[in-house]
């Protein structure tokens, strides 16, 4: 094999695997930095928040619900259910002792929880939803599914509307007050309470359009959640804890490099490549490429 077969059988097919996996990656990654960032709590269940946008979808897509409906409608349904768990769960224990580890324990038994009641529900199977844009486009002699081009758009246009929101508008520059000092922000007249309660709610509200994206490429299953959420935390921590550019960065980092090193090397290997990376943010740049959501 020539080295230009080589770019386009071996090497752009992978690019674009890590590519589409890095846009997905960013996607259940957004909704739980923006919720660390401002509320401090590590959300143990926000892979779990993920996989119940992806059987909502499914169900509905069932009831022949549209899927381009599903991608406004399931959000909107989630932005409910994160509110009440704020407000039933979060707070009630968000002023004790140490935030961190209380919140992480009762969201890690929340995510547990969801977990074993969608297998109740649905059973332990695998489900595959219909793939909504069907063919495939050639472009520079390569052979690209036409809906996983669409992913990595649509999930592009997604990423930078959160961040003009956050970053550009009133309601964003509220968020990073109360990110930066609640205290300062609240004496300030920014309602805090309700910007906590809805900045968690839009989090769990992005992780239900990330379900429904996902579902036609990764399936459905009870633990979708679980084994998205390791390589998302991954992406937080070496991003920066509550910085959404820095786990656009890193999202797309570290997919590509999970991809590519899968040519050179045994993908076993990949994922240790790819947590070791995390550990070594960890050790020497704890705050990650970027900073936190009130900071950068």
Not at 181 to 189: C, E, V
Not at 261 to 277: E, K, M, N, R
């Amino acid at each position: 094999m020539n080295a230009l077969d080589y770019l386009q059988f071996v090497l752009a097919p992978q690019v674009l695997n890590g590519l589409t996996l890095g846009v997905a990656v960013v996607l259940v990654a957004l909704g739980l930095t923006i919720i660390f960032g401002l509320l401090d709590v590590i959300n143990m269940s926000h892979g779990e928040f993920y996989a119940i946008g992806a059987y909502a979808a499914l169900a509905l897509g069932a009831a022949q619900i549209n899927f381009w409906f599903l991608l406004v409608l399931v959000p909107l349904l989630m932005l409910p259910l994160g509110m009440l768990i704020e407000r039933t769960l979060i707070r009630r224990v968000f002023d004790g002792g140490d935030r961190h580890v209380t919140t992480l324990l009762v969201t890690f038994g929340l995510g547990l929880i969801v977990e074993d009641l969608l297998k109740a529900a649905y059973g332990p199977n695998t489900f595959r939803p219909p793939t909504p844009i069907t063919g495939a486009t050639e472009i520079f002699g390569i052979i690209l599914p036409n809906y996983r081009l669409f992913l990595v758009f649509f999930g592009s246009l997604v990423i930078c509307a959160v961040a003009w929101v956050v970053y550009r508008t009133r309601l964003g520059a509220m968020v990073r007050a109360a990110a930066f000092d609640r205290n300062m922000a609240a004496s300030l007249g920014v309602p805090v309470s309700l910007v906590y309660a809805g900045t968690f709610a839009f989090g769990v509200g992005l992780a239900g359009l990330a379900g429904v994206l996902l579902a036609p490429v990764y399936s459905v299953f009870p633990t979708m959640g679980r084994d998205f959420i390791l390589l998302a935390f991954t992406v937080v921590i070496v991003g920066g804890m509550g910085s959404i550019w820095g786990a656009v960065v890193a999202g797309l980092l570290l997919t590509q490099v999970q991809a590519l090193a899968s040519l050179v090397i045994s993908p076993v290997w990949t994922d240790p490549i790819v947590f070791g990376t995390m550990v070594a943010f960890l050790v020497f740049r704890p705050q990650g490429i970027f900073g936190r959501l009130g900071h950068a």
